[in-house]
């Protein structure tokens, strides 16, 4: 897999410790000069992070201590059953436990939800706010706030689901709450999350400007997004065992639904990119970034960049190429999933075909969301879109 101009990995390096293919937060692995493998848990202490050594010898047996250390020092950090705690608090015991060998939940979530409970939930609902206090009113008011600060409906719902993620800590593992308040909200008390915009299909002499005009960071997320029609999640969770290149498929992760887990094809201009993008990394991080169960997006910290990064450098790239002219809404990153689907259709693949590569559960899924590209929407875009290079 790897290329022989990379170079040799470093005597001593640390890796990140799996299940699988999911990754144990806080946990792990340093290797030694002299082949040995210690195993370290490194948890935030009063600010700073601090790295607790393992008795473990093993990798299962390092989950096994690492849980119990963390669940002592978690107990350890917040009172149960404390009715003084404050939205504040509740937030960082929630962050802090999710970021633990405790997380019941994936680290691009958690990133996600810290980024709508930090400035967003938390102001609104009032940091030194008893948690136990918050009623379904008081997020009523906040869901109010958003809408006139023009916040859509998805970001809206999504805080809202992080808050709940929230309380069910509190009620679940603090014994804080007695009630989770998102539960009691009605139906009619959330926006709506359809689009409020028509989505915008760029042809590919269009993508391959946007790409251009991209940085080797965001570059080839955007390029997966567009010549493989991932979603930016599914992307985010792309490690280098889901790509084969001597096949030329993807095995994408499911991350929405059970049809969205699938293999796809590897187009020749992705995997070009992909295989530099790859010897940037190891040139960069060394081989540690690039095996098999590495994440094959990651910041120089080893995090997921995060789904609002990835839109803002789409946004950005687009603007500088000149495909966000006013009357028009901005170019998204999910933008590069449907300009896929056009390609599709106007490359005269069938209905089920591009179901087929987009993963969706069945045609009539596709035709719903896309129906507005067939007929003659799909001759129209004929003319202007040019074949997929490598198909």
């Known amino acids: 897999m790897t290329d022989r101009s990379i170079p040799a990995p470093a005597a001593r390096r640390r890796e990140p410790v799996f299940r699988g293919q999911t990754r144990i937060p806080g946990l792990w692995a340093r290797h030694t000069t ?97 948690a136990a206090h918050v009623k379904a009113a008081h997020l009523r008011k906040m869901i109010d706030t958003l809408k006139a600060r023009g916040k859509s409906g998805s970001t809206i719902r999504s805080c809202v689901v992080a808050c709940s993620a929230m309380y069910k800590h509190a009620v679940r593992d603090l014994g804080a709450v007695t009630v989770n308040p998102c539960r009691t909200l009605e139906r009619g008390d959330m926006p709506s999350s359809k689009r409020l915009s028509e989505p915008r299909y760029l042809s590919v002499q269009e993508v391959e400007r946007l790409l251009q005009n991209m940085t080797d960071s965001f570059r080839p997320v955007a390029a997966c997004l567009f010549y493989s029609g991932l979603r930016v999640s599914e992307a985010l969770g792309l490690r280098w065992s889901h790509i084969d290149f001597s096949r030329g498929t993807i095995a994408v992760p499911g991350t929405k639904s059970e049809a969205s887990a699938d293999v796809i094809p590897l187009l020749a201009p992705l995997a070009a990119e992909l295989k530099a993008h790859r010897q940037r990394v190891a040139e960069k991080h060394g081989l540690g970034r690039i095996q098999a169960d590495s994440l094959v997006f990651q910041t120089s910290g080893g995090r997921s960049p995060g789904r609002r990064n990835v839109l803002r450098a789409v946004q950005a ?47 009539q899924v596709t035709l719903a969301v896309y129906g507005g590209l067939t007929g003659d929407a799909v001759t129209a875009l004929g003319g202007k879109l040019a074949a997929l290079g490598g198909s």
């Open 34 to 130: 002299d082949g040995a493998v210690v195993y370290e848990l490194q948890r935030r202490d009063a600010g700073r992070m601090r790295r607790i050594k393992l008795r473990a010898t093993s990798k299962s047996e390092a989950i096994a201590e690492a849980r119990d250390l963390a669940a002592d020092l978690d107990r350890s950090e917040v009172a149960l059953g404390d009715h003084s705690l404050t939205v504040a608090a509740l937030k960082e015991s929630y962050i802090e436990r999710e970021r633990s060998v405790l997380a019941t939940r994936s680290a691009r979530t958690i990133d996600l939800h810290e980024q709508l409970l930090r400035p967003h939930v938390v102001p609104l609902l009032g940091p030194r706010t008893k």
């Open 317 to 363: 790239a687009a603007t500088h190429a000149g495909l966000n002219p006013d009357g028009l809404p901005p170019v998204g990153a999910h933008d590069l999933r449907h300009s896929l689907a056009a390609s599709a259709f106007s490359l005269n693949l069938t209905p089920p075909e591009v179901a087929r590569l987009l993963r969706h559960a069945s045609p």
